[in-house]
């Protein structure tokens, strides 16, 4: 079937804002009575000692975020790699690991070779997958489909925010197989997760104040994305938004890590967007931000009502995001990112949908 716009400028803002509705399809398909409901034939995460991901582009920022949801909730050791450096370095696999791809296309040529490399030497091949009929959700034991229907906009939205929504419920199914969540405590998780629709519904309330914000990015050369814990891999997915569709130089680093380098290049004619809820790491990501603030940066902090609150004077900009709870922060944040690239974008005049040089599935090597 022919997919339009809906009524939107562009696919891409199309895609933005039905994530509400798709994150609410998706968790009627995952969500039982009293669990997640994995397609058959599942898989026993008691069984498994280790989690192998491996992606490319936006994709592998999901990886990346998924890896602080299995390694802290549920405990189990992930390690994750981009597809096209992954079968080159001969990565052991031993007995005992489990190899989870993900890819919206299921058909990007080096996580489809990432995926064959791991036949016959993982004990299980997972697959989160967009399009169900796909190569790599074909060669899988296990392919879970993300439900977020046709994406047309080669910038990826909606299919990183219901990859995520996937691998948090596949890390909530592993923490409760390693006994890691009681029932109490794994049913209270999953009563967090149908609070994710409202809350995405109102994170797409900032968007006349991206819009104002990105009037100020598009002037800029060079832009840096902060972020701690599980918001670092965001400021990689907003880096990455930013580049593809503006143009724009953009770089993520973690917060921690200004001090080694990227501090270096932070002047007035620099933004630098931090992503920040109120969580256990705040004060960490507040005195980075000052160590900016005292060179001249301009911060663009995006994060809730508290931390809006406690960042102090000399914060350039503020997106004020609905507070959640912790493990929900990296899905919701995901739209200030898409936001603030679209209307970057926008402001630009670059063509949103079909961005230069880039393609929806790279199916080459
Ligand atoms: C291309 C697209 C990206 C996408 C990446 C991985 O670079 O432009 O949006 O994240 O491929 O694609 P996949 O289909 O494997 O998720």
């Known amino acids: 079937a022919q997919v339009d716009k809906g009524g939107h400028r562009h696919f891409m803002a199309k895609e933005i804002a039905e994530q509400p509705a798709r994150l609410t ?15 058959a034939p599942g898989i ?13 582009g936006t994709a592998f920022y999901a990886c990346l975020t998924a890896k602080y949801w299995f390694e802290q ?38 996580t489809l070779a990432a995926l064959r490399y791991c036949r016959g ?19 899988s034991d296990l392919a879970l489909p993300i ?18 929504t996937v691998l948090l419920l596949l890390a909530l199914d592993a923490a409760r197989a390693r006994g890691r969540l009681d029932d109490a405590a794994f049913a209270a998780r ?92 705040f004060d960490k990501s507040v005195s980075n931000m000052q160590e900016v603030m005292a060179r001249g940066g301009k911060v663009v902090l995006i994060t809730d009502a508290a931390g809006a609150d406690e960042a102090g004077d000399g914060v350039w900009q503020v997106l004020r995001l609905p507070a959640c709870p912790p493990a929900l922060a990296p899905i919701l944040y995901a739209v200030p990112a898409q936001l603030l690239a679209y209307h970057t974008a926008l402001a630009k005049g670059t063509d949103v949908d079909q961005p230069r040089n880039l393609a929806k599935s790279v199916t080459v090597e």
């Open 73 to 110: 909730i549920a405990g189990l050791p992930v390690e994750v790699d981009v597809a096209s450096e992954f079968r080159y370095r001969e990565p052991p696999i031993g007995a005992g690991t489990a190899a989870l791809f993900v890819s919206q296309s299921g058909e990007t040529a080096d």
């Open 147 to 164: 439900h977020a229907g046709p994406e047309i906009g080669v910038a990826s939205t909606k299919a990183f925010s219901c990859q995520l």
């Open 121 to 139: 030497k993982a004990d299980r091949i997972l697959s989160v997958v967009n399009v169900a009929e796909s190569s790599i959700a074909r060669e």
């Open 190 to 281: 999953l009563d967090e997760l149908r609070t994710l629709p409202g809350l995405m519904n109102q994170a797409l309330g900032i968007d006349d104040a991206a819009h104002a914000i990105s009037a100020r990015l598009a002037e800029a050369r060079d832009i840096l994305f902060l972020g701690r814990g599980r918001m670092y891999p965001l400021a990689h997915e907003g880096a990455l938004k930013l580049k593809e569709i503006s143009y724009i130089h953009a770089e993520a680093y973690a917060s921690g890590e200004l001090k080694h380098g990227p501090i270096a290049l932070i002047d007035k004619s620099v933004p630098v967007i931090v992503m920040a809820p109120r969580d256990e790491l």
């Open 44 to 56: 026993d995460f008691a069984a498994i000692e280790r989690l192998t991901m491996v992606a490319c």
């Open 25 to 39: 399809d998706l968790l009627g398909a995952y969500m039982g009575k009293d669990g997640v409901e994995l397609p």
